[in-house]
Nanobody, 126 residues
Framework: QVELEESGGGSVQAGGSLRLSCTAS????????MGWFRQGPGKEREAVAF????????HYVDFAKGRFTISLDNAKNTLYLQMSSLKPEDSAMYYC???????????????????WGQGTQVTVSS
């Protein structure tokens, strides 16, 4: 049973930056798909980016391209999401998710991921 714990959220002004962390425990397999999702108030949860731990391949949704960077520190079993040029519409609860068997075509959907963290809140003020 993989356990995920997010941290790094907080309040920031528009244009600022934050780095979210997701530390995984009981994570032994060499290759997982790990993703960041977010859910704003009154909105559906949506994908932000994902990464394959074995290959290092990454993918971003359009609003994240050029502003967010997903990365992995294997030694620390920690996934990161570096966010810059933040906008008020980026305010949301951010979740980390992981699973071994997630195809590229389905990695932007919630359903393939069996393991989820509790989330970390990001608030961007104008």
């Amino acid at each position: 049973q993989v356990e995920l714990e997010e941290s790094g959220g907080g309040s920031v002004q528009a244009g600022g930056s934050l780095r979210l962390s997701c530390t995984a425990s009981n994570y032994a397999h060499p290759s997982y798909c790990m993703g960041w999702f977010r859910q704003g108030p009154g909105k559906e949860r949506e994908a932000v980016a994902f990464l394959y731990t074995g290959s290092g391949d990454t993918h971003y949704v359009d609003f994240a391209k050029g502003r967010f960077t997903i990365s992995l520190d294997n030694a620390k079993n920690t996934l990161y999401l570096q966010m810059s040029s933040l906008k008020p519409e980026d305010s949301a609860m951010y979740y980390c998710a992981a699973d071994r068997w997630v195809s590229f075509s389905r990695a932007l959907f919630e359903q393939p991921y069996a393991y989820w963290g509790q989330g970390t809140q990001v608030t961007v003020s104008s």
